[in-house]
């Protein structure tokens, strides 16, 4: 079963714009969420994990247990910010503590 | 970037070879793993390692295998390489379980 949706591949908004990059996931434990970007044939670094709370390049995200959503949001998108964006969800219930990938979002930014 | 490094990063090879990829560590990380990236599916787990000669298999595991004789190599070996397994390989590391992972920079390989 797919823990982690994201339904939307592609998103297009322009500069100025604010966006959200929606993240939904299933899972029965107390969730660890993570988002990662990857900007154009590079490696995926890690952006943001909900425990900590922190704005990364002026993105923030809410783990929101109820709705079982963790949307990455920024007000004010930049050129730069155009990457394909993975949700992640730890399984820290099993033995092992893998990470489920969301199929991602290619964000533009457009001028 | 955490110390991960990949080789090669690109390779392209004929259908029915073997191929050896290779990841190299050294943050001492204990969790090694390997994904492939496709457009469509996102990332997808074909091996990961729990320690020196601790491996398990992913969701993706047929036609791969993958050794662990060191903390910082984790070797990723297609069999005997199909063009289904063209895609862009990637190791990542963690520290603990669970926790976030950190990614080498990929290895575009390509089967003809």
């Known amino acids: 079963a797919q823990r982690v949706t994201q339904p939307e591949k592609l998103l297009s908004v322009f500069k100025g714009a604010p966006v959200e990059l929606k993240c939904n996931y299933s899972y029965s434990g107390s969730p660890e969420l993570f988002w990662y970007v990857q900007y154009s044939r590079q490696r995926l670094q890690l952006l943001l994990r909900h425990i900590s709370r922190e704005s990364i390049k002026g993105f923030t995200a809410d783990l929101n247990k109820g709705e079982t959503s963790f949307h990455l949001k920024k007000p004010f998108a930049q050129e730069e910010d155009s990457a394909m964006y993975y949700c992640?969800?730890?399984?820290?219930?099993?033995?092992?503590?893998?990470?489920?990938f969301g199929r991602g979002t290619q964000l533009t930014v457009w001028p | 970037d955490a110390g991960i490094t990949q080789s090669p990063r690109h390779k392209v090879t004929e259908t029915g070879t073997p191929v050896t990829l290779r990841c190299h560590q050294t943050?001492?990380?204990?969790?090694m793993y390997w994904y492939r990236q496709d457009p469509g599916h996102g990332l997808r787990l074909i091996h990961y390692?729990?320690?020196?000669?601790?491996?398990d298999k992913g969701e993706v595991s047929d036609g791969y295998s993958v050794s662990r004789s060191k903390t910082e190599d984790f070797l990723l070996t297609l069999e005997s390489a199909t063009s289904s397994q063209t895609s862009v390989y990637f190791c990542?590391?963690?520290?603990?379980?669970?926790?976030?992972?950190?990614f080498g920079p990929g290895t575009r390989l390509t089967v003809t």
């Open positions: 390692s729990y320690g020196v000669k601790d491996t």
């Open positions: 990542a590391i963690s520290g603990s379980q669970g926790t976030e992972q950190y």
């Open positions: 943050e001492n990380h204990r969790y």
């Open positions: 992640a969800l730890s399984d820290r219930g099993s033995t092992l503590g893998r990470l489920y």
